[in-house]
């Protein structure tokens, strides 16, 4: 059983930047793969970022391309997503995940078999 816990959101003005991080707990952390995911207000829950457990593989949904990059400390057990040039589209509640293994495409949600409870992000325009 693995616990994820999401930090740092908070509000920013358009064009900043914030780094979220994801800390695991209760498993072996260096074998998951590692998701974001956001979810805005009456929007579904979509797919940010996406890095393998090994090789340092990512995947990105092609409007964060270029301005997040994720990340992972295996030694500190936590997951990172550095979010540069905010949108106020990039307003949401962002989650990171944990995967045993994709089996399938990286962007599903079904695909991740833990999650965190969430960190807001706002941006103001």
């Known amino acids: 059983q693995v616990q994820l816990a999401e930090s740092g959101g908070q509000l920013v003005q358009a064009g900043g930047s914030l780094r979220l991080s994801c800390a695991a707990s209760?498993?072996?952390?260096?074998?998951?793969?590692m998701g974001w995911f956001r979810q805005a207000p009456g929007k579904e829950r979509e797919f940010v970022a996406y890095i393998r457990w090994i090789g340092g593989i990512t995947s990105y949904e092609e409007s964060v391309k270029g301005r997040f990059t994720i990340s992972r400390d295996n030694a500190k057990k936590t997951a990172y997503l550095q979010m540069n040039s905010l949108k106020p589209e990039d307003t949401a509640v962002y989650y990171c995940?944990?995967?045993?293994?994709?089996?399938?495409?990286?962007?599903?949600?079904?695909?991740?078999?833990?999650w965190g409870q969430g960190t807001q992000v706002t941006v103001s325009s």
């Open positions: 209760g498993g072996i952390f260096r074998n998951y793969d």
């Open positions: 995940a944990a995967a045993r293994g994709v089996r399938e495409n990286v962007a599903f949600a079904r695909e991740y078999d833990y």
